[in-house]
T-cell receptor, first 114, second 113 residues
Framework: KAGVTQTPRYLIKTRGQQVTLSCSPI?????VSWYQQTPGQGLQFLFE???????NKGNFPGRFSGRQFSNSRSEMNVSTLELGDSALYLC?????????????FGSGTRLTVV | DQQVKQNSPSLSVQEGRISILNCDYT??????FLWYKKYPAEGPTFLIS?????DKNEDGRFTVFLNKSAKHLSLHIVPSQPGDSAVYFC????????????FGSGTKLNVKP
């Protein structure tokens, strides 16, 4: 079966712009989570969506937002980009909240803010 | 505040020997722990997990040990193979009902042939 698909793979934006990243989960998966990975910081939880509802949110400013559509596809938006937003953004999906094997991750979107 | 810590950024091991990757956590409410492996340009892939009610879980060459009193878990890979060279992340979850994981910063394992 197809894995988690994230688009685009690479993105370069200028400070102050906004960006939208897309994630298509594995077919049938209803939970989609987003993480930010920066060097030395590991993966930082952004938010999780389940059946179009945000269930949990990490400690990121309001510039970071997301949504989930009825087909479980999810988008993440970052407004007023800052240099520190440069990171690998990973999307992960799972069938339910408590699977023993956690998530299946996509390959990520590498965002560079200049 | 980093609730999951991997204090060794890198580890180098000879092929055939044991690799031990360590992870410490501060939140005693964590009830589920996982290890992920990540190759460059790919997303992390699930490796092995352990519930807080157990102290050991084994899957082939991979074994995870959990010491709740010390708030410490470790991943043992025996024998190590060059294909195991990757970044390993440990992760923990507090609430069974939510997919919110706390990740460590990762340990880059290099297995030398």
């Amino acid at each position: 079966k197809a894995g988690v698909t994230q688009t685009p793979r690479y993105l370069i934006k200028t400070r102050g712009q906004q960006v939208t990243l897309s994630c298509s989960p594995i077919s049938g998966h209803r939970s989609v989570s987003w993480y930010q990975q920066t060097p030395g910081q590991g993966l930082q939880f952004l938010f999780e969506y389940f059946s179009e509802t945000q269930r949990n949110k990490g400690n990121f400013p309001g510039r970071f937002s997301g949504r989930q559509f009825s087909n479980s596809r999810s988008e993440m938006n970052v407004s007023t980009l800052e240099l520190g937003d440069s990171a690998l953004y990973l999307c992960a999906s799972s069938l339910a909240a408590h699977e023993s094997n956690g998530y299946t991750f996509g390959s990520g979107t590498r965002l560079t803010v200049v | 505040d980093q609730q999951v810590k991997q204090n060794s950024p890198s580890l180098s091991v000879q092929e055939g020997r044991i690799s031990i990757l360590n992870c410490d956590y501060t939140n005693s409410m964590f009830d589920y722990f996982l290890w992920y492996k990540k190759y460059p340009a790919e997303g992390p892939t699930f490796l092995i997990s352990i519930s807080s009610i157990k102290d050991k879980n084994e899957d082939g060459r991979f074994t995870v040990f959990l010491n709740k009193s010390a708030k410490h878990l470790s991943l043992h890979i025996v024998p190590s193979q060059p294909g195991d060279s990757a970044v390993y992340f440990c992760a923990a979850r507090q609430n069974y009902n939510f997919n919110k994981f706390y990740f460590g910063s990762g340990t880059k394992l290099n297995v030398k042939p």
